[in-house]
């Protein structure tokens, strides 16, 4: 690459070597693994060194064909496995003599904060999930990427010092992760929830109001996604009224075949700091109806592009299923709003806002 084309795709940044941690890359539905990808793609892209540790998986493949380089290292929740996973992250360092260690989960953070010690290299951390008890760990950083405002209020609260605290909103349009598909032919009118099988999703709560929609009312939900409860919610769709009309679809690579086939998407979580499927949902033009905690709100620009809920409430969330299930002309208007606007809703807004805080804390 010759130097004026390298200072092109750089925007004029310095060119950096960045490593990434996760404790896998397998394509499973991570969001903070998706997110970490995303992001070492386009920055490799970019013209920048990029490189990539983790337990392996997947996504590999995809890491290779964009140029960043896969490290595979084992990590272990016992402390037991530790000081292998010191050892073996020392040596990623020493190949890679990163500038930038960026990493997205705990044990990463840690293990990248004990190493700096005879190292020169800046740590960012990023709080992808903070309602996980060990998320005031990644105070550890020497700036913390919060990915909502809601995020960075949480963090603050519990003890982060807001100077340390830079908001990087999620992005996932022009992902490199997603290829074209085509709509999954469902029955309409078609409810779709992707979401992991976790009851922090609320899919407790989306199956209870399904199940109070009227009898005669044609309605049908599919819900995509894998997870440790979903036996649990599975035995609830048995016992409902409707239980011929709910389907379970599992994992699925590419959910936008669902999405692009959905009447209605419902998110109808209890937590979620700033989730990527509600930015796919607007990508793919849905009518979407979503609980109003933490990050879902700002995601849906306060309501405009989507209409909110109150988590938790069965009855309220049932409510917004009828009206849109009964008025075509409210589904179509709620979709042509969910797509307005949606340019800062890129992977590279939120690549070129993670490269700006990585030169300004170089530079700090």
Not at 29 to 45: E, H, M, P, Y
Not at 152 to 178: D, E, Q, W
Request: with cysteine; proline share 4%.
């Amino acid at each position: 690459m010759t130097e004026d084309k390298l200072g092109s795709d750089l925007h004029g940044s310095k060119k950096m070597r960045i490593l990434h941690i996760t404790n896998h890359v397998l394509e499973v539905g991570n969001g903070i693994v998706n997110v970490a990808v995303d992001l070492a793609c386009s920055q490799s892209a970019l013209g920048h060194d990029v490189f990539y540790a983790s337990g392996g998986g997947e996504y590999e493949r995809l890491l290779d064909c964009h140029g960043v380089k896969h490290h595979s290292m084992s990590f272990s929740k016992s402390l037991i496995g530790f000081p292998k996973m010191l050892v073996n992250l020392e040596w990623v360092i020493q190949q890679t003599r990163p500038d930038i260690i960026h990493a997205h989960m705990m044990t990463g953070a840690l293990l990248a904060k004990l190493l700096r010690i005879r190292r020169r290299y800046r740590l960012i951390t990023h709080v992808h999930n903070e309602f996980q008890k060990s998320a005031r760990i990644m105070s550890v950083g020497d700036a913390v990427i919060a990915v909502s405002d809601a995020v960075c209020r949480s963090m603050i609260g519990r003890g982060i010092p807001a100077r340390k605290l830079h908001v990087v909103r999620n992005g996932t349009i022009n992902s490199p992760r997603m290829q074209g598909v085509e709509a999954k032919p469902l029955v309409h009118p078609a409810i779709v929830t992707v979401a992991g099988m976790y009851e922090r999703k609320g899919i407790r709560d989306l199956i209870a109001a399904f199940a109070n929609l009227p009898a005669d009312l044609p309605s049908y939900l599919y819900i995509v996604g894998e997870g440790p409860d979903r036996a649990v919610f599975e035995e609830m769709a048995r016992n409902s009224s409707r239980k011929d009309h709910i389907f379970f679809e599992g994992f699925q690579p590419q959910p936008h075949s669902y999405l692009k086939s959905a009447d209605i998407f419902v998110l109808a979580s209890r937590k979620d700091p700033f989730p990527l499927v509600v930015l796919e949902a607007r990508e793919n033009a849905c009518a979407i109806i979503a609980s109003d905690v933490d990050g879902i709100p700002e995601a849906l620009e306060g309501g405009k592009a989507g209409q909110l809920f109150t988590a938790g409430d069965v009855t309220d969330l049932s409510n917004h299923l009828y009206r849109f299930l009964c008025d075509q002309n409210l589904r179509e208007q709620f979709a042509k709003r969910a797509c307005t606007g949606i340019e800062w809703l890129t992977v590279q807004r939120m690549t070129q806002e993670t490269l700006t805080l990585y030169q300004r804390v170089l530079q700090s």
